[in-house]
Protein backbone atom coordinates (compact mmCIF):
# COMPACT_ATOMS: atom_id res chain seq x y z
CA UNK A 1 0.00 0.00 0.00
CA UNK A 2 1.46 3.80 -0.76
CA UNK A 3 1.04 6.71 1.10
CA UNK A 4 -0.02 9.99 0.18
CA UNK A 5 0.43 13.08 2.38
CA UNK A 6 -1.85 15.72 1.44
CA UNK A 7 -1.11 19.48 3.20
CA UNK A 8 -3.93 22.20 3.35
CA UNK A 9 -4.52 25.14 4.27
CA UNK A 10 -7.43 27.70 3.99
CA UNK A 11 -7.79 31.53 5.01
CA UNK A 12 -10.27 34.62 4.71
CA UNK A 13 -9.09 37.83 5.35
CA UNK A 14 -12.15 39.68 7.04
CA UNK A 15 -14.07 36.34 8.03
CA UNK A 16 -15.94 36.31 5.14
CA UNK A 17 -13.60 37.59 3.08
CA UNK A 18 -11.43 37.41 0.03
CA UNK A 19 -10.72 33.62 0.60
CA UNK A 20 -7.98 31.36 -0.24
CA UNK A 21 -6.69 27.52 -0.41
CA UNK A 22 -3.02 25.68 -0.48
CA UNK A 23 -2.66 22.44 -1.37
CA UNK A 24 0.47 20.29 -1.39
CA UNK A 25 0.00 16.34 -2.28
CA UNK A 26 3.23 14.43 -1.12
CA UNK A 27 4.19 11.37 -1.61
CA UNK A 28 5.63 9.13 1.75
CA UNK A 29 8.95 10.18 1.06
CA UNK A 30 8.27 14.02 0.77
CA UNK A 31 8.59 14.44 -2.48
CA UNK A 32 6.13 17.34 -3.63
CA UNK A 33 3.94 16.00 -6.46
CA UNK A 34 1.40 18.66 -7.13
CA UNK A 35 0.74 22.46 -5.33
CA UNK A 36 -2.69 23.88 -5.81
CA UNK A 37 -3.19 27.14 -4.96
CA UNK A 38 -6.99 28.63 -5.97
CA UNK A 39 -8.83 32.07 -5.05
CA UNK A 40 -11.91 30.92 -3.65
CA UNK A 41 -13.68 34.43 -3.68
CA UNK A 42 -15.89 35.50 -0.32
CA UNK A 43 -15.99 33.47 2.12
CA UNK A 44 -14.76 32.36 5.41
CA UNK A 45 -11.82 30.74 6.80
CA UNK A 46 -13.18 27.49 7.87
CA UNK A 47 -15.43 27.08 4.67
CA UNK A 48 -11.65 27.75 2.79
CA UNK A 49 -10.11 25.22 5.18
CA UNK A 50 -12.31 22.38 3.51
CA UNK A 51 -12.19 23.74 0.64
CA UNK A 52 -8.63 23.00 0.88
CA UNK A 53 -8.98 19.97 1.57
CA UNK A 54 -11.71 19.19 -1.22
CA UNK A 55 -9.29 20.49 -3.77
CA UNK A 56 -6.38 17.93 -2.45
CA UNK A 57 -8.87 14.93 -2.78
CA UNK A 58 -9.98 15.93 -5.63
CA UNK A 59 -6.55 16.19 -7.61
CA UNK A 60 -5.59 12.92 -6.11
CA UNK A 61 -8.67 10.97 -7.66
CA UNK A 62 -8.27 12.29 -10.57
CA UNK A 63 -3.97 11.51 -10.62
CA UNK A 64 -4.29 7.95 -9.02
CA UNK A 65 -7.79 7.00 -10.02
CA UNK A 66 -10.44 4.88 -8.25
CA UNK A 67 -8.48 1.19 -8.06
CA UNK A 68 -5.10 2.61 -7.05
CA UNK A 69 -7.16 4.78 -4.27
CA UNK A 70 -8.42 1.56 -3.10
CA UNK A 71 -5.20 0.42 -2.09
CA UNK A 72 -3.41 3.72 -1.07
CA UNK A 73 -2.95 5.57 2.33
CA UNK A 74 -4.49 9.20 2.44
CA UNK A 75 -3.15 11.21 5.11
CA UNK A 76 -4.48 14.74 5.23
CA UNK A 77 -2.32 17.26 7.71
CA UNK A 78 -4.46 20.76 8.19
CA UNK A 79 -3.41 23.51 10.89
CA UNK A 80 -7.62 23.68 11.00
CA UNK A 81 -8.58 21.63 14.96
CA UNK A 82 -12.20 22.55 14.37
CA UNK A 83 -12.28 20.78 10.86
CA UNK A 84 -9.99 17.91 12.17
CA UNK A 85 -12.53 17.46 15.03
CA UNK A 86 -15.52 17.26 12.51
CA UNK A 87 -14.44 15.27 10.47
CA UNK A 88 -13.34 12.85 13.04
CA UNK A 89 -16.82 12.94 14.27
CA UNK A 90 -15.38 14.79 17.86
CA UNK A 91 -17.07 17.99 17.01
CA UNK A 92 -21.04 18.66 15.47
CA UNK A 93 -20.73 20.76 12.34
CA UNK A 94 -22.76 23.78 13.96
CA UNK A 95 -22.63 26.36 11.17
CA UNK A 96 -24.76 25.84 7.96
CA UNK A 97 -22.35 27.20 5.78
CA UNK A 98 -20.37 24.19 6.92
CA UNK A 99 -22.42 21.58 6.03
CA UNK A 100 -22.28 21.14 2.31
CA UNK A 101 -18.41 21.13 2.98
CA UNK A 102 -18.11 18.74 5.59
CA UNK A 103 -21.15 16.34 3.63
CA UNK A 104 -18.84 16.48 0.77
CA UNK A 105 -15.67 15.55 1.86
CA UNK A 106 -17.24 12.95 4.13
CA UNK A 107 -18.95 11.70 0.80
CA UNK A 108 -15.65 11.22 -1.21
CA UNK A 109 -14.24 9.20 1.75
CA UNK A 110 -17.08 6.78 1.70
CA UNK A 111 -16.89 6.44 -2.16
CA UNK A 112 -12.89 7.06 -2.70
CA UNK A 113 -10.77 7.11 0.18
CA UNK A 114 -11.44 3.95 2.38
CA UNK A 115 -8.06 4.40 4.65
CA UNK A 116 -7.77 8.70 4.79
CA UNK A 117 -6.76 10.08 8.25
CA UNK A 118 -7.08 13.65 8.83
CA UNK A 119 -4.54 14.98 11.22
CA UNK A 120 -4.00 18.54 12.77
CA UNK A 121 -0.72 20.15 12.63
CA UNK A 122 1.05 23.42 14.02
CA UNK A 123 0.85 26.14 11.60
CA UNK A 124 5.29 25.71 11.15
CA UNK A 125 4.10 22.20 10.03
CA UNK A 126 1.85 23.73 7.10
CA UNK A 127 3.63 26.59 5.96
CA UNK A 128 3.92 25.48 1.89
CA UNK A 129 0.36 25.40 1.83
CA UNK A 130 0.02 28.45 3.52
CA UNK A 131 1.77 30.51 1.44
CA UNK A 132 -0.20 28.55 -1.45
CA UNK A 133 -3.25 29.76 -0.04
CA UNK A 134 -1.93 33.49 0.98
CA UNK A 135 -0.86 33.31 -2.41
CA UNK A 136 -4.04 32.98 -4.04
CA UNK A 137 -5.81 35.65 -0.99
CA UNK A 138 -2.92 37.82 -3.00
CA UNK A 139 -4.23 37.54 -6.15
CA UNK A 140 -8.21 38.03 -5.49
CA UNK A 141 -7.65 40.79 -3.58
CA UNK A 142 -5.59 42.32 -6.70
CA UNK A 143 -7.96 41.33 -8.81
CA UNK A 144 -11.29 43.09 -9.42
CA UNK A 145 -12.34 39.81 -11.61
CA UNK A 146 -11.90 37.59 -9.29
CA UNK A 147 -13.52 39.87 -6.80
CA UNK A 148 -16.70 39.17 -7.64
CA UNK A 149 -16.69 35.93 -7.35
CA UNK A 150 -18.96 36.05 -4.25
CA UNK A 151 -20.89 34.27 -2.22
Known amino acids: MSKVIIYTDGG????????GAGVVIADEQGNVLKE???????????????QAIILG???LKKFLGKEKLQKSSVE????????????????????????????????????DFPNITFTHVRREK????DKLANDAMDRGENSKENMSLSL
Open 12 to 19: ARGNPGPA
Open 36 to 50: ISQFLGTRTNNWAEY
Open 57 to 59: LQY
Open 76 to 111: VHTDSELVVKQLRGEYQVKKETLFSQFIAVNNMRVT
Open 126 to 129: NKKA
